[in-house]
């Protein structure tokens, strides 16, 4: 019997289902909507933040020797490196997800004739994935190209090492103690390297 694309109906049960790759194109929009609005809170909040960081270091001689400049910059550091590590673990994920459905699609096709598949693969560009993706494997590598997960870690790497660069703006204020300064890298590994490492983990277990 022919396998369908889509769920074949019993006596009253309505209509029947979406096609599937209907259902593969919502959820393509889907993440990509949540995406959109990860990276407009963030650009708008790392433009805010830039620009405090700024304000800060034009007015460094107006401060009086306490921690007051480094300390506001440093916590400008944190905030950044805090709200970036988060989009970027979030919009990986989704990245994950969408990489995920295509491959869920490809396996419901799976019985399908060569002719059939390929003409369904060609035609995947009008629900929003290039066919290509679908022809090629392992290419996690090239997913760091997009920018929902360049900016972030560009930004997250920028607030990293901004306690540092804050040392020594202002002849009058104090630096804060290098252990300090090392929390925004802490951030880093602990938002970045560790759900890396546990994304290998599962790839390895599948």
Do not use: C, Q
């Given at each position: 019997m022919m396998r369908r694309d889509r769920a074949t109906p019993q006596a009253g049960e309505g209509k029947p289902s979406k096609p599937l790759e209907e259902?593969?194109?919502?959820?393509?929009?889907?993440?990509?909507?949540?995406?959109?609005?990860?990276?407009?809170?963030?650009?708008?909040?790392?433009?805010?933040?830039?620009?405090?960081?700024?304000?800060?270091?034009?007015?460094?001689?107006?401060?009086?020797g306490s921690f007051t400049l480094n300390g506001g910059i440093f916590l400008i550091a944190v905030l950044g490196a805090m709200s970036n590590a988060s989009c970027l673990f979030s919009n990986y994920w989704a990245t994950v997800a969408i990489r995920g459905a295509g491959e869920a699609l490809l396996e419901a096709w799976r019985d399908l004739s060569p002719d059939v598949k390929g003409k369904k693969v060609s035609?995947?560009?009008?629900?929003?994935?290039?066919?290509?993706?679908?022809?090629?494997?392992?290419?996690?590598?090239?997913?760091?190209?997009?920018?929902?997960?360049?900016?972030?870690?560009?930004?997250?790497?920028?607030?990293?090492?901004?306690?540092?660069m804050s040392a020594g703006i202002s002849r009058d204020d104090r630096d804060l103690p290098w252990v300090v300064q090392f929390i925004p890298l802490a951030l880093l590994t602990t938002f970045v390297v560790l759900p890396a490492v546990e994304a290998a983990r599962k790839r390895r277990e599948r």
């Open positions: 259902v593969f194109h919502d959820r393509l929009t889907a993440e990509h909507d949540f995406i959109s609005n990860r990276m407009t809170w963030l650009m708008a909040l790392n433009g805010f933040l830039a620009a405090g960081s700024t304000i800060l270091a034009a007015n460094a001689e107006k401060f009086d035609r995947m560009r009008l629900y929003g994935r290039d066919p290509l993706s679908f022809r090629r494997k392992g290419r996690a590598l090239t997913w760091w190209m997009h920018p929902w997960l360049l900016l972030p870690g560009l930004f997250l790497v920028v607030f990293a090492v901004l306690p540092f």
